[in-house]
């Protein structure tokens, strides 16, 4: 992810940081899931009609700050989640 958005920064002209991003991301196949969430997003579903959270929002120590996909912890703070529906 991280590659394809420097490549997308030398196409536009830009610096990597200008193109900071959270990212939120689900794959289903079947009756199974993973999901990876880095940053301040929510990841969500509904089981029996009630909301519930997978993967809640990730803060640094002000409520401002988040952890981007440009971020040199980006790896570190990403979470992977698995399981079945």
Do not use: C, W
Request: proline share 1%; aromatic share 6%; net charge positive.
């Amino acid at each position: 992810l991280l590659r394809r958005v420097e490549r997308v920064a030398k196409r536009r002209r830009l610096v990597v940081r200008d193109l900071a991003a959270t990212f939120l991301g689900v794959a289903v196949s079947d009756d199974q899931f993973i999901a990876a969430h880095i940053g301040d997003g929510v990841i969500g579903y509904v089981k029996d009609g009630e909301m519930k959270v997978i993967s809640g929002p990730e803060n640094d120590e002000f409520a401002n700050q988040t952890t981007f996909v440009t971020s040199e912890s980006a790896a570190t703070n990403m979470r992977l989640l698995r399981g079945s529906l």
